[in-house]
């Protein structure tokens, strides 16, 4: 499990200062530290801001390559879709290509919100933005649960495009996560743990750098029954990707640590 990609939705919290940064480590020294922690990072301001290709170079650069990085797509291109989304989608693709060109870009995530419901025009709309994505790893995240079905799963892996899997709370129209009822379409097996906070999930109420809905802490019982997922994604030859994102209070950091610490002490029995 040593080629597993674990990491959390993004890094620049200053609150995880003295929970996962060391007390006295500075801001703009967080990225370096990260990547001495994890192989892995889910870049997601690119959601509210268009990429700066300097920018991720400049990641790529700090942290000498330790990382694989996975970039959220703009909201222009899933939330808030605009008839110029072309002209969107080609800038995106162009100032994210120097970690495509570097071998550290391990996805593209489309996170589309519970309102992009399974119409044609919508069917017809992802389409056209995969298309525009050619030759880049996409990986879709469905809020949705009408978007989970065979013929989605078929035009996906048609299209050689990985569905995200999301462990979330079990509400009415979400994908049901928690019982493995998604199967890991494409050629990764992207894992995304937004915490199971149910009672939060449609409140507008926020905690510091993100809703409340993400405020979730995975026990070590939760952390293990990721295990046999990761282990049949593996065998079916995925490249195995997970993200925490529940990131208020720094649980992120500490689950994203404590499921690394699990894989290892399965590799370390195993040899």
């Known amino acids: ?30 990225l370096e530290y990260y990547s001495t922690q994890f192989n892995a990072l889910e870049i997601n301001n690119t959601f509210y801001s268009m990429p700066d290709s300097m920018r991720l170079r400049n990641f790529y650069e700090r942290t000498e390559g330790r990382l694989q990085f996975s970039i959220k797509a703009n909201r222009s291109l899933t939330h ?20 495509l060109q570097k071998e550290a870009l391990s996805s593209v995530l489309f996170q589309f919100p519970q309102s992009f419901h399974y119409t044609p025009e919508n069917r017809f709309y992802l389409a056209d933005l995969i298309k525009e994505f050619d030759g880049y790893p996409v990986c879709v995240e469905f809020r949705h649960k009408d978007w989970i079905k065979e013929s989605v ?48 999930w449609y409140d507008s109420g926020d905690t510091p750098n993100g809703s409340g809905r993400y405020d979730y802490f995975y026990s070590e019982e939760e952390l ?22 529940n990131h208020p209070r720094g649980s992120g950091a500490k689950n994203a640590a404590q499921l690394k610490d699990i894989l290892d002490k399965i590799i370390k029995l195993k040899s």
């Open 80 to 99: 808030e879709i605009e008839k110029e989304w072309k002209k969107t989608a080609e800038t995106f693709s162009f100032n994210i290509l120097p970690l």
């Open 224 to 245: 293990e029954s990721f295990v046999p997922v990761i282990q049949a994604a593996q065998g079916e030859g995925k490249k195995v990707q997970a993200y925490f994102n």
């Open 153 to 200: 799963f078929e035009g996906l892996e048609k299209r050689k495009v990985s569905i995200v899997f999301c462990d979330m709370p079990q509400l009415k129209y979400l994908p049901d996560g928690t019982a493995c009822r998604t199967p890991f379409i494409g050629p990764s097996a992207y894992l995304r743990m937004h915490g199971r906070n149910s009672g939060a």
């Open 1 to 30: 499990m040593t080629d597993t990609l674990i990491g959390t939705s993004g890094f620049d919290y200053p609150e995880w200062k003295g929970v996962f940064y060391p007390a006295d480590l500075k801001r703009q020294e967080f």
